[in-house]
Each structure stands twice: as C-alpha cells, then as structure tokens.
C-alpha cells in the first residue's frame, strides 16, 4: 500500500514562521496566516455578493485563501522586500513556487491531483476570487501590523503606513467596505470589544 505525503507537509505550515527579519510581539505562522486569509476572503466574498451585487462563490474563496501560502511548507517564507526586490527575483521566486506546487500535488494520489490542482496553479474561472484573496492577504498583513503597534512594537509602524496605504490603493468596494465597517475594531481593546 503506498504511502502520500501531502497531508503531513500541508500540516507543517504551522512551523513555518512570518515577519521573519522583523521582531514580533507575537509569532505568526503560515498556518494561522492562512487561516486569517480565508476569513476574510470568504467575508470579502459575502459583502460583494450582498453589498455590491457579484456573484462569488464565497465558499472556493475560503478554500482558496486556506492553501494560498501553502508551497511555503518548501519554500520557506522569503520576506517582502527580497522576494519583490526586482522583477528578475521575483519572476524566478514565482518559477520557484510553481515548482514546490508540483512537487507538492505529486505527494497525493494521482486521481486527487486534479481537485487541488487549482488550489496551486491559478485558474481562470477563480481569477475574480484570487483577487480576494490577494486583497484578504494585504488586510491580515495589516492586521498584523496593527496588532504589533497596539503593543508599542516599534518595528512594525513603516509597515503599518504601507500596509494601511497599499489597502487604499486596491481600489475593491468589497476591500473599503470592510476597511470602514470591520477593520477598525483592530484597533480595540478587548474591554473595548466586550462593553
């Protein structure tokens, strides 16, 4: 009886740390990350579906955001500003990823490959929902900066600043709706959230 790995590697995210050159009040790894991710992707989802008249399949969204960082399990997580250094960096770090999605899909049964393939190479039919995705990851990003500079952790408020503006700058009515109704709670104490 043979034997797949892609569960136990998936499972290993969670020792793949985030913000690695940067220093943390609080760990953050590509397990919780992507948690956070389709929590709000999926929410991203709904208010576009209720807010704005789409059509998004909030569910595959969900999905989607939860194994969005999940060739990373090989990887590793190359900080922001190397991977997106210049465009050569960037292009190979891309090619790179491709390669651990492959390597990753041939740790399942061949007649599996085919339902995770698109969670490791982008479809078009999901193009609208990686967009969420993409949008849901600055926004935890965000978060986290947030959450560093609540506990006076100096080291995240540049972060903070470019975060708060690439979220401007998305240009989503889902990402400023959330923005304006949801992401200010961030900013609160838990006496604050619990009065």
């Not at 807010?51 to 399990?73: K, P, S």
Request: glycine residues 4%.
């Amino acid at each position: 009886m043979e034997n797949y790995n892609f569960f136990a590697m998936v499972n290993r995210m969670r020792l793949i740390d985030r913000w690695a050159l940067m220093q943390n009040t609080s760990k953050e790894n590509i397990a919780e990350h992507s948690h956070a991710v389709a929590v709000i992707a999926h929410a991203l989802a709904l208010i576009g579906n209720k807010e704005f008249g789409r059509q998004y399949n909030a569910e595959r969204a969900a999905l989607l955001a939860l194994y969005h960082d999940t060739t990373e399990v090989i990887t590793g997580d190359m900080p922001t500003p190397v991977k997106y250094y210049n465009d050569e960096i960037k292009n190979v770090y891309k090619d790179i990823e491709r390669v651990a999605g492959e390597r990753l899909l041939a740790m399942l049964p061949a007649d599996y490959r085919d339902e995770y393939l698109p969670l490791f190479e982008k479809q078009e039919q999901d193009a609208a929902l990686w967009k969420l995705v993409k949008a849901a990851d600055k926004i935890s990003a965000l978060i986290k900066c947030i959450e560093e500079t609540r506990m006076g952790n100096r080291e995240f408020e540049i972060a903070l600043k470019s975060q708060e503006k690439l979220i401007d700058e998305i240009g989503m009515p889902e990402v400023q709706y959330f923005r304006e109704h949801f992401l200010k709670a961030y900013y609160l104490t838990l006496d604050e959230h619990t009065k």
